[in-house]
């Protein structure tokens, strides 16, 4: 990929920095982004609509978000609107990139060191910025499909033929549903904020590596917090899932993340077409981990309704249902497909929501 030299200024897509003099200089994704596409187009006026259309392809946006990130490319390039070294506003049409000598260098040449070091600086800033929203919208949805998902499964092992169960479990297991998905859904949210901030040339494998890796170590956590516990308090000895899980699933919601975004439009059915891809992705990972005999949240309660006498969690009686005499391994797979998909469904619900309209501005200048 090439890289761009002008007056003192080295801009390099590929790696995703603009250097000054040996020192990195910071800029939020889409505002380098903005700059790259001036550069590569600066043989000619570009209109906002193309601006936009590139830019911000996956949201909409006003001009004044436009307006600011023109503002902060020239505070960072050092130039003045009045008598544009760099950009010019072209009246009612948009901007232009005008300095006179721009070197297109075939083969980016070697960083700095200083420049290298501002560089992983100015990511790891952007990953720690960009990791408390996700781990919120992330753990938001994911504790929304997990207590959805407990929540109806309890009230089907409640309605059941020759169940035991009353309508207790209903709650009971709404509850542990929503901190399964909430727990899972926090340490995928991490993992993408990571992999989002590392890399764009590569985005798609990055995004998929950091949520795999963010869903196998909360996945990996909750497996020795739980083995520990089932022994402490109930002397019970359980092969306990999470970090396998957590590493297939958090990768299939990577993937939907990575291809749905870059196409994602404006309005409810774009993001209910995103949301249905990470639904089935999920589903389709979830399917994979319960049909090689790794259970999920359901199947882990059966498995600890069996070692624990007096237990009314035994989910027997929805297997019967599916005419199976006991939880086997149709049952075990259709329960499980069904938590994949619907925390799939809940993490795109949550990631993808669009922001109020006070405020949102900010926040996806900043994206």
């Not at 990195?24 to 380098?32: C, D, H, K, Q, S």
């Not at 982004?33 to 590569?40: G, K, M, N, Q, T």
């Not at 169940?163 to 929503?178: D, E, H, K, M, Q």
């Amino acid at each position: 990929m090439p890289q761009y030299r002008f007056g003192e200024f080295t801009l390099s897509p590929g790696r995703r920095v603009l250097v000054r003099e040996g020192r990195a200089l910071p800029l939020i994704p889409r505002y380098f982004d903005l700059l790259v596409f001036l550069v590569e187009r600066r043989r000619e006026a570009v209109h906002r609509q193309e601006i936009f259309d590139r830019v911000w392809r996956e949201v909409i946006v006003s001009d004044s978000a436009l307006s600011q990130a023109i503002r902060t490319l020239r505070r960072t390039l050092g130039d003045d609107p009045r008598e544009p070294r760099f950009i010019r506003t072209v009246s009612r049409h948009g901007y232009q990139f005008v300095f006179d000598v721009v070197e297109d260098e075939d083969r980016e040449g070697p960083l700095p060191e200083t420049a290298i070091a501002a560089l992983v600086a100015s990511r790891l800033e952007q990953a720690a910025r960009l990791t408390p929203a996700r781990w919120a919208a992330a753990a938001l949805g994911g504790a929304t499909a997990g207590v959805m998902a407990g929540a109806a499964g309890g009230l089907l092992l409640a309605l059941a033929p020759a169940s035991s169960a009353p309508s207790g479990v209903i709650p009971v297991l709404a509850v542990v549903g929503g901190m399964c998905g909430a727990i899972g859904g926090t340490g995928v949210g991490a993992g993408l904020s990571v992999g989002e901030a590392s890399t764009r040339s590569q985005r798609t494998a990055a995004l998929i590596v950091g949520a795999a890796a963010g869903g196998a170590a909360v996945g990996t956590a909750a497996q020795w917090i739980a083995r520990g516990s089932l022994a402490a308090l109930f002397g019970v000895t359980l092969e306990v899932g999470g970090g396998i899980e957590g590493l297939i699933l958090g990768a299939a919601a990577g993937l939907g993340y990575a291809v749905a975004t870059p196409r994602l439009g404006p309005g409810h059915a774009a993001r209910l077409q995103a949301a249905a891809l990470m639904a089935i992705l999920c589903g389709v990972g979830a399917f994979a981990l319960t049909s090689t005999g790794r259970p999920l949240v359901g199947g882990t309660l059966h498995a600890l309704a069996r070692e624990t006498r007096g237990s009314q969690i035994t989910l027997t009686p929805l297997a019967r249902m599916l005419g199976e005499p006991d939880f086997g391994p149709v049952t075990q797979a259709l329960i499980g497909t069904g938590e994949g998909a619907l925390f799939g469904l809940g993490l795109a619900f949550g990631l993808l929501r669009r922001p109020s309209s006070q405020g949102s501005q900010e926040s996806l200048t900043r994206s």
